[in-house]
């Protein structure tokens, strides 16, 4: 397989320059906030240390980690390093789990995020002569305009279809011949079963790769959504904070995501508040080296990952992150066992005869957590017989038992029945909070 970068004196650079870049960059950026920002520099005050203390990588254990809180305390635009005329676009998180947090860019910001996102869209081999569908949402979620950016960067022709709409994205997708698609993974299945109920079948459209994120998904999602498009489906992380899609990309080698260390310094901290060795997993934190409107200093995402160094088929250098199990605001504990949605969704996932459809219901009746899962049938069993449903049924609640240790209740649904996502899906009802 021969490989394209957009910029392949960054991308393959041997480890030991990447990391004088960091430790240089990483000075820098210590000083900027101190200077800049009065939170920072209070955080830095309390624990004793000034950007001197900073000589590099190294050193980082020393400097205080960011939380989301934080962000929160300093809303909306506390933690800008620049003043306001310097930024030239606000983004918002999506608030998943909470009030959202602000982001500003300045243009230099902005600019290098299309240089990132445009590195991403080589990973997925997509270029000059692509012509890219962006079905992420459009707004203050960095989806849609991160993607764009990117895709424009290359050179590509973009379709702004931002999410929703779907009988319309299928008639643009076959009409304008996209050739990639970048979404939610969820949105992308949405919008594979909707070909199917069209009767659009793969020789009507063009597309070949698909770039999806913003939410956990898992190998075998990847395998049914790229049988059901016939595309390579490659994953995309990032979150808003540090600067939106395209803080890290999987390339074709489909085995982690290349977090591009220029610009974002990993690590995976451990519940001790430690840094922990590459293959471990942990709550996975940044620290922003060449940003300017918002820097943040070791900001715990919350999503547990592990790293690794070893190298990749691509030829790239910079360090892979494994897929997201999920962030730990997502845990479920039933019945004091933690468990992922996506632990459920691969446990779902192994029984056929089932659609990746699924929703969780977690409730409490007396003292006692319980757990629903609901998962749509395949229509190639709906001609079963009840008991045939009962084994399916029961295969299901075994591979529960197995693979994610959890005693659930099933409820095999019709298909089409399950709410359908247009960007993050929602995996949990959890009425236990609203006792
Ligand atoms: P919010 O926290 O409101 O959802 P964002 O829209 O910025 O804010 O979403 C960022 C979060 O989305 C990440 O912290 C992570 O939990 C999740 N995410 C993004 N990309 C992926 C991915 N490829 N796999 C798993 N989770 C992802
Ligand atoms: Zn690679």
Not at 28 to 36: G, I, M, S
Not at 67 to 78: A, V
């Amino acid at each position: 397989m021969e490989h394209v970068y957009w910029n392949p004196t960054m991308e393959t650079m041997p480890r030991e320059q990447l990391r004088a870049l960091q430790n240089e960059r990483l000075r820098d950026v210590v000083r900027r906030v101190y200077e800049h920002v009065p939170f920072y520099r209070n955080k830095m005050q309390q624990l004793g240390i000034t950007p001197n203390d900073i000589h590099g990588v190294e050193d980082l254990h020393l400097l205080p980690f960011t939380e989301k809180q934080d962000l929160r305390n300093n809303y909306p635009f506390g933690l800008f390093a620049v003043p306001q005329s310097e930024i030239v676009r606000i983004h918002a998180s999506s608030g998943t789990t909470g009030k959202p947090s602000v982001a500003g860019y300045t243009s230099g910001d902005v600019d290098r995020w299309a240089e990132l996102m445009a590195r991403a869209m080589y990973c997925a081999n997509v270029g000059k002569s692509d012509i890219v569908q962006v079905a992420y949402g459009y707004g203050l979620f960095t989806g849609g305009l991160g993607a764009h950016y990117g895709a424009e960067r290359v050179g590509a022709s973009v379709i702004p279809m931002s999410g929703g709409n779907t009988v319309r994205q299928l008639m643009l997708m076959e009409d304008f011949g996209s050739t990639a698609l970048c979404c939610t993974p969820s949105y992308a299945l949405n919008l594979a079963d909707a070909m199917e109920r069209e009767g659009i079948t793969l020789d009507r459209i063009r597309l070949k790769s698909g770039i999806f994120g913003a939410e956990p998904w898992t190998e075998d999602m990847r395998r049914r959504i790229e049988e059901k498009m016939g595309i390579d489906a490659l994953n995309v992380y990032g979150l808003s904070e540090v600067m939106g899609p395209g803080v890290a990309m999987e390339c074709m080698a489909k085995n982690g995501m290349h977090i591009w260390e220029d610009h974002f310094l990993p690590e995976v901290i451990g519940p001790d508040g430690k840094s922990l060795p590459y293959g471990e997993q942990g709550d996975l934190t940044f620290t922003t080296l060449t940003k300017h409107g918002m820097p943040l200093i070791r900001y715990r995402t919350h999503d547990l990952c592990t790293l690794t160094d070893e190298p990749c088929p691509c030829g790239r250098t910079h360090v892979r992150m494994g897929r997201v199990m999920g962030r730990t605001d997502d845990m479920l504990i039933i019945r004091g066992v933690n468990v992922f949605p996506s632990q459920i969704e691969h446990a779902l996932l192994q029984v056929p005869g089932i659609e990746p459809h699924y929703h969780i219901v977690v409730d409490r009746v007396g003292t006692l957590d319980t757990i629903e899962v609901q998962v749509e049938l395949s229509p190639s069993v709906m001609s079963d017989t009840v008991r045939d449903l009962e084994t399916l049924e029961r295969k299901i609640v075994n591979s529960l038992a197995s693979h994610a240790l959890i005693h659930a209740s099933v409820k095999l649904c019709q298909p089409g029945t399950l709410p359908r996502s247009e960007g993050k899906a929602v995996r949990v009802t959890d009425r236990r909070h609203l006792q």
